[in-house]
């Protein structure tokens, strides 16, 4: 296995992207950035978002297309034959994929994750026509099957939702073999928290090497995955209506045991989102903290109601009104590393924006060479102290 894209244009971009906050943030020159520009002209293609959605959309429309037309000459043969059928189309679009990404230069562009999601698609009638014909009555078993072809397409593209969906299909099989002993059943929210929360310290471990820049989108959108599925998994409220519904039981939902602990957790981890989000500067903790306490307010109120629906409403949409404003006015002057205005350039990007502004003060490489950026501890969403 290698990976498809090349990770020269990718490093080229992001150089690229750097270099105009830098400008914007005052902190190069517009001669210096114009260089910059030039030493790494060499990009993947990046329409904007509409772009995106529009050659995601025909993508998906010309791969389906595709597999008709395969479909009506060789099924009707064939009608037994799907399974192996969709993972040969699939495995022959592969190299329509390796052949688009290298020619047009794509990298998450619309049209090539249409292309991978398709492509893994294909595998799973097989997969299922397995399952049914081994006879086994679990379908974490085909979740478990399937998960290798995920990990290749993590490894090869590096592609951010089918990260999101590797780590969700995990914990499904986690919970299905967990479901079967009353002990691991009944200590299931636990298991799912510890687990998401190791799952995160290796991401945040793995994010400051070097070589995790080629999939940092990836890593991103796991660690806010992840970061939920904790907060869920401790969450009173959900955890008390799952207990009812895994066990068929009336609605409204009965108590739970360990109900103080779950009660605990609905605060205490939106507590712990806010205090680490203002400590290390993470947008997403500060948020998804935010997020927390808004649910541990709802969960609070689902079941000792104070005052009408109408009523906690507006005050408390007065509430985030004011304190928003405050915060604002507040943050005019920096304040613990925090400022109204947005932050240019990261803390965790140093690595590379010193070797770009080595490179764009001292100019002591040509056009040819462009930014070295190896050896060192930077990654997509991090960096170390050495670069």
């Known amino acids: 296995m290698k990976k498809v894209y090349d990770e020269t244009l990718l490093r080229n971009e992001y150089a690229q992207a750097l270099a105009k906050r830098l400008l914007t943030a005052g902190q190069i020159s517009k001669e210096q950035h114009e260089q910059a520009q030039k030493l790494h002209a060499d990009i993947p293609y990046n329409p904007n978002f509409f772009i995106k959605i529009l050659l995601f959309f025909f993508g998906c429309l010309g791969f389906s297309f595709g597999g008709s037309f395969v479909s009506l000459f060789f099924l009707g043969a064939f009608p037994e034959g799907y399974g192996v059928l969709g993972a040969l189309y699939g495995f022959g679009m592969i190299f329509v994929l390796l052949f688009l990404i290298k020619q047009r230069k794509l990298h998450f562009s619309g049209v090539d994750n249409a292309l991978i999601y398709g492509i893994l698609g294909c595998a799973l009638p097989l997969l299922f026509q397995l399952y049914e014909t081994m ?50 059943k009944a200590l ?29 989108t990836a890593i991103a959108w796991t660690q806010t995955v992840v970061l939920i599925m904790i907060y869920v998994s401790g969450n009173y409220y959900v955890v008390r209506q799952a207990n009812a519904t895994l066990n068929g039981l009336p609605d409204p939902a009965p108590e739970i045991a360990f109900a103080p602990v779950f009660w605990g957790l609905t605060f205490l981890i939106p507590a712990f989102y806010l205090y680490f989000g203002f400590r290390e500067r993470r947008l997403t903790l ?39 404003g405050w915060v604002i006015k507040l943050l005019k002057t920096p304040r613990f590393g925090f400022s109204h205005d947005p932050e240019e ?31 060192g501890d930077f990654g997509g969403g991090g960096a170390g102290e050495k670069y």
């Open 286 to 324: 500060l948020i998804l903290g935010l997020l927390g306490v808004l649910a541990a307010g709802s969960t609070v109120r689902m079941y000792h109601s104070v005052l009408p629906l109408e009523w906690v409403l507006v005050l408390g949409g007065t509430l985030v009104v004011l304190g928003a």
């Open 188 to 216: 299931l929210p636990f298991i799912l928290m510890i687990l998401s929360v190791g799952v995160y310290y290796w991401l945040r471990r793995f994010e400051q090497q070097s070589r995790a820049f080629y999939w940092q």
């Open 135 to 184: 006879g086994i009555d679990e379908v974490w078993v085909v979740a478990l099957m399937a998960l290798p072809f995920f990990g290749i397409v993590i490894y090869c593209f590096g592609e951010p939702l089918v990260a999101v969906m590797a780590y969700l299909l995990s914990l499904f099989i986690i919970a299905s073999i967990a479901m079967k002993h009353p002990l691991t």
């Open 345 to 375: 350039v990261s803390a965790n990007r140093l690595g590379l924006e010193a070797v770009l502004l080595s490179q764009l003060t001292k100019n002591v490489q040509s056009a040819d060479h462009g930014v070295q950026l190896g050896g």
